[in-house]
Structures are given as structure tokens and as C-alpha cells.
């Protein structure tokens, strides 16, 4: 029986008010939090209420049998605690039918992994406390951040409890081979790896509004047919994306809830298909084979790289230099100084720098609130300046750091 595994993908970033070089060693405060409470408003209006509520509905309308999946980061979850608990409750409420699985991340939505495996195994302790803490869930799938992934990373997850963790299904490394099977990094039966199926994915996350795709408007009929076609072809088709495509990427007049409301009533008429959460796909589906990724790949742009966050000399800069802060910054043991850290780590930062397409008006410059991405990297550097000027002020009195810090 084939299943269909839905998973979205949550995050909110804490962005950084404008800095100028004059606020370095006075000004400690880093976070926009006008910007951070109206964005986050925005998207809760837009996308999570009416979507939360939208598969409340069908899960109680299929008597729990429709299932799905979120991650989100623990820098959504905290501006949700201090800004919107209405929409914190409503995914609680989600999590309380049984039929919603909540997954592994970084805390801080972070590339930690590539740059410090101790903050990585620290991130991602905190935010299995948070789950665990917020969902009464203790989850056994992971997801890293922006689906970065390889083999060590698949073994590294391995190695830390995880039976599942999620990546993109990349046509080159796949070869004749299907997305729609589980599958395993080499030498290693004890995780599986469920690999995104991009194509259909895709079209409700990219294609589902544009009037020049030949296959639009794509209804849920239309889109329930692709997916059975898939019987006797697949065991599991991982339909994974961003939750703000339902909203606010794909506008409500798009028709984009209406298409929601409606797959899984098509789906489910197809007598062989019903839907599994990620942790039930893995205990129900053996791996067919070996999946086998020696560089890195994520879910984004075109090329499924690092580029979006390592692709300039600017990014890697201000990556290195965050990096370089962690001892001192942890020597301190002033914790919020470590939380202000660690937030700087969120790979939105870096995106925010990335100059790929900045003219051709891509994706880049829709999620970023910065003029230009030397913009970003500017602001990004002035606060860290400032973050090593109260290192340096405190770092032989760490008792005083908070004080300094506040």
C-alpha cells in the first residue's frame, strides 16, 4: 500500500535591527522585535491559522486517517511563546489528534554541523527539549536545517538515536532509481533516508499560481492522479516544503486552501493509498537501497547546494568569524550571551548575503529585508563587533557579562 508522507517546514528567523557603526559598544540589543512581531503576525494570519485550522478540519474528517508533519525551529516556537500563543496552541491542538508527528532540527535553524559539532549536538538537545516540552512528542526523524545533507551527516544522525532523517531525492545520485522507496547511506541499515519527491512538491510549492505552466490551474483531482500513478512504482511519496507556501507564498486567492481541503478526499479514492507521518513510513517500509551522497546537497535553488548561504566571500567571512566567537562566548557561561550567540547562527543571516540572482529579482531578495545583500553583511558585522566588545569587556569578569550584555 503506497503512502503519502505530507511535511512542512516552519521557521522564523529573529532579525536584526538597522546597526550602524555608531551603536557598536553601546547599543547590546540586536533583534528587530517590531519587525519580528509583525512578520510573525503577518504569516499567522495568512498562513498558519487558516492552514492549521484547514487540516484540523480533514483530519477530523477522515477520523484521524489524514496525517502529517511539521518541524519547526525553536526560533519560531519562542516568537510564537512571546508573541502569538494563539498559534502555538494551535498546532498543540494539531499534535493532540495524534496524527501530526513533529521532527528533529537545529534550535536555532542553524549550519552548525558544518562548523562545530559540539553546537550542533547542543542545538539539537535543545530542541528536542522544546518538543518534547511543547508536544508531548519525543521525536525519532530528523530534519536539518535546510535539508543539508550527506553521508556523514545521515551517520553522524545515526549515531545519535535518530531511525529517519529527511533530505532532498537528487536525480543525479538516484540515477534510473525512484524517490518514492526509502533508502540508506552506505553501510549503514540503521537509518533511512526519505528523499523528497521534488517534482510534485514543487508544484504545489512553486508551479500551483503560475498561469504560464501548462498544467495549471492544478486542481486536487489532477494532482491525486499524479500521485497514484505511483502504485506499483513506490512505497512512500514525500510531498516536503516550506508551510508558508499555503498563504503566503500561494496567496488564498490562488485557490491554494480550497486545493488543500481537497487532496486528501482524492487521495484516499484510490483504495491502495493512505497517508503515514515520517517516523510510520520508516517502520512500515524497508529501505530498497543505498543512497549514497558524498557532497553536500540541500533543498535549495536550482543547483541543491550550499550556495544560498556559502556562495560568496562575504558569507563565509561572517560565517567564520560567528564560528570563531564560540569558545569565548561559552567560557562566559552567561547564558544569554550564548542565546544571543546562537541566534546569530541562523543560516537566514547568511542567506540574506547571498548574491546569486539579486538582480534578476529571485527568491533571495523576496525573503530579505535588506536593500542589498552587502547590506546584510554590513549590519550582520556591526553587531558582531559589538558581541566581541562585550566579550572583551567581560570576558575576565564573566559574572558582570549579562550586565553589559542587557
Known amino acids: ?17 538597522p546597526y550602524d557603526c555608531f551603536k ?3 547599543d547590546h540589543a540586536y533583534e528587530d522585535e517590531t519587525k519580528n512581531r509583525e512578520i510573525l503576525s503577518r ?3 495568512k498562513c498558519y491559522l487558516p492552514a492549521n485550522e484547514t487540516l484540523l478540519r480533514q483530519i477530523d474528517k477522515h477520523h484521524g486517517k489524514f496525517k502529517i508533519a511539521y518541524s519547526i525551529s525553536g526560533t519560531a516556537l519562542e516568537q510564537m511563546e512571546k508573541y502569538r500563543p494563539d498559534v502555538l496552541r494551535s498546532f498543540q491542538k494539531l499534535a493532540d489528534t495524534g496524527s501530526v508527528e513533529f521532527l528533529s532540527e537545529t534550535y536555532h535553524h542553524s549550519l552548525s554541523f558544518l562548523f562545530s ?7 539539537v538537545g535543545l530542541h528536542r527539549q522544546k518538543i518534547e516540552e511543547l508536544f508531548q512528542q519525543s521525536p525519532e526523524v530528523f530534519r536539518n536545517t535546510e535539508f543539508v545533507y550527506n553521508n556523514e551527516i545521515a551517520n553522524f544522525i545515526s549515531a545519535l538515536g535518530y531511525k529517519g532523517i529527511l533530505c532532498e531525492g537528487l536525480e543525479h545520485i538516484l540515477g534510473y532509481r525512484s524517490p518514492n522507496f526509502l533508502y540508506h547511506p552506505p553501510g549503514n541499515e540503521n537509518i533511512k533516508s526519505l528523499l523528497k519527491n521534488y517534482k510534485l512538491s514543487d508544484d504545489i510549492a512553486f508551479r500551483f499560481s503560475n498561469k504560464e505552466w501548462s498544467e495549471w490551474p492544478l486542481t486536487a483531482s489532477k494532482f491525486a492522479r499524479w500521485v497514484h500513478q505511483a502504485a506499483g512504482n513506490g512505497e512512500t511519496i514525500n510531498l516536503f516544503m516550506d508551510y508558508e507556501t499555503f498563504g503566503e507564498h500561494q496567496w488564498p486567492e490562488t485557490g ?27 517502520h512500515a517500509y524497508p529501505s530498497r537501497g543505498v543512497y549514497d551522497v558524498h557532497n553536500l546537497s540541500s533543498w535549495a535553488d536550482i543547483e541543491r547546494d550550499l550556495s544560498a548561504w556559502l556562495g560568496n566571500s562575504l558569507q563565509h567571512d561572517a560565517m567564520e568569524r560567528i564560528y570563531g566567537m564560540e569558545r569565548e562566548v561559552k567560557e562566559t557561561g552567561d547564558e544569554r550571551l550564548i542565546d544571543t550567540w ?6 537566514d543571516h547568511f542567506y540574506y548575503m547571498c548574491t546569486k540572482y539579486w538582480n534578476d529579482g529571485d527568491v533571495h531578495k523576496y525573503f530579505s529585508h535588506y536593500n542589498t545583500p552587502y547590506d546584510a553583511y554590513i549590519n550582520f558585522m556591526n553587531v558582531l563587533t559589538d558581541l566581541e566588545h562585550v566579550l572583551e569587556v567581560n570576558f575576565e569578569k564573566p559574572e558582570h557579562a549579562l550586565a553589559a550584555h542587557s
Do not use: N, W
Request: net charge neutral; hydrophobic share 40%.
Open 342 to 347: 546562537a541566534k546569530l547562527l541562523t543560516s
Open 117 to 123: 559539532k559540539e553546537e550542533f549536538i547542543r542545538q
Open 256 to 282: 491554494i486552501f480550497d486545493f488543500l481541503s481537497h487532496v486528501p478526499a482524492e487521495i484516499f479514492k484510490h483504495p491502495d493509498f493512505d497517508f503515514k507521518t515520517p517516523s510510520e513510513v520508516i
Open 24 to 26: 557598536i559598544g553601546h
Open 43 to 45: 504569516v499567522s494570519t
Open 1 to 17: 500500500m503506497p503512502s503519502v508522507c505530507f511535511y512542512f517546514q516552519v521557521h522564523q528567523p529573529f532579525r536584526l535591527k
